[in-house]
């Protein structure tokens, strides 16, 4: 089982619309969490970070679910500007005791008119 | 505070030559993680570097590839006797020590052609 796993997509979506990924992940020792962008041929960038009560920022909300393992992130009325591959993010204590970051593959988002 | 510093942003390499790409992380970073990142594809992790350590290499082809973090100057990830499938978009990031709440920030990548 991959430490990090995400529908890679496509999501083809309108704009307006409402979008949700998930991203599960394998180490319950996991500690922080994550949601980078990542344009095309471009470097990722942190989009927001995820807390356990769940944290907004404008359109986008993320949300950590501990005893399923997964975090969520959703985006409400799609821009054409949103259109990029999304990337969860796990830090973990991995044996030999560090820290380590973990990326998922990425769910390609494609926003159209 | 300048941000991770990649270079060079392209390089281009004939089969059999040596690629050097270096890193410099943020100001005050110690650990870099590198990526390989193939067209269309997603993110691979590589090597895991604190200064002067290797602490995790799983993600590094057992040939042909290194990777070092000296005490001073950038992070160099170095691939010898280059194929056209080392032909990738190579992406560094930075991160502090001893943060595990922290997010890593990235460099714009090198993007390596191999002819």
């Known amino acids: 089982r991959k430490e990090v796993e995400q529908d890679p997509g496509p999501f083809n979506v309108p704009e307006g619309a409402t979008v949700a990924f998930n991203c599960t992940y394998s180490?319950?020792?996991?500690?922080?969490f994550f949601w980078y962008r990542q344009d095309c041929r471009k470097e990722p960038k942190l989009l927001m970070s995820?807390?356990?009560s769940g944290n907004e920022d404008g359109r986008f909300t993320a949300q950590l679910n501990r005893a399923s393992q997964y975090i969520s992130l959703l985006i409400r009325d799609s821009k054409l500007s949103d259109s990029a591959t999304y990337l969860c993010v796990v830090i973990g204590m991995f044996s030999g005791g560090y820290n380590k970051l973990i990326f998922g593959a990425g769910t390609r988002l494609a926003v159209h008119p | 505070n300048a941000g991770v510093m990649q270079n060079p942003r392209h390089l281009v390499r004939r089969r059999g030559q040596e690629a050097r790409l270096r890193c410099s992380p943020m100001?005050?970073?110690?650990?870099v993680y590198w990526y390989r990142q193939l067209p269309e594809e997603g993110l691979k992790f590589m090597v895991y570097?604190?200064?002067?350590?290797?602490?995790?290499e799983s993600g590094m082809p057992k040939e042909r590839f290194s990777a070092e973090f000296p005490k001073e100057g950038p992070s160099i990830l170095r691939i010898q006797q280059v194929v056209r499938g080392d032909s990738a978009a190579y992406f560094c990031?930075?991160?502090?020590?001893?943060?595990?709440?922290?997010?890593?920030?990235f460099g714009q990548g090198t993007r390596l052609t191999v002819v």
């Open positions: 570097l604190q200064k002067e350590n290797i602490i995790d």
């Open positions: 990031a930075s991160s502090p020590i001893g943060h595990s709440n922290t997010e890593a920030f």
């Open positions: 995820v807390y356990s």
């Open positions: 100001k005050g970073h110690s650990h």
């Open positions: 180490n319950s020792a996991s500690q922080s």
